[in-house]
């Protein structure tokens, strides 16, 4: 049913993920994660849901690279941050583009 790239979050993409969620949810997989946020906050966006489907398969999926992945994730956390007047998203917003930033900086240096 699910990709096996949506089952079994990155390692590396779970750093970013616990620091942006208000809670330690972590469901089976990512969409499930997804769906139960949805129910369960009022603020859970699309730009946030786009954000932790590519922390999720954070360079799992065939074709999309580490790089490519944490690059698309920072364009939709920074959308979230420029247009939630939430306090409390906003500081888990600003921690986790900080921790996405330190993984893409790492990964540059890598290559």
Not at 32 to 57: M, Q, V
Not at 90 to 98: D, F, H, N, P, W
Request: hydrophobic residues 40%; contains cysteine; proline residues 4%.
């Amino acid at each position: 049913m699910f990709e096996p790239y949506y089952k079994t979050p990155s390692p590396l993409g779970m750093l970013v993920i616990e620091k942006l969620l208000l809670s330690d949810v972590i469901k089976e997989t990512c969409i499930e994660t997804i769906w139960h946020l949805e129910a369960t906050t009022g603020d859970w966006t699309f730009n946030l849901s786009s954000a932790l489907k590519y922390l999720w398969r954070l360079g799992q999926k065939d074709g999309a690279t580490t790089e490519s992945d944490i690059r698309k994730a920072l364009v939709y956390l920074d959308w979230e941050f420029n247009q939630t007047d939430n306090p409390h998203l906003v500081r888990s917003l600003a921690i986790a583009i900080s921790v996405a930033r330190n993984i893409e900086d790492q990964l540059v240096k890598a290559n």
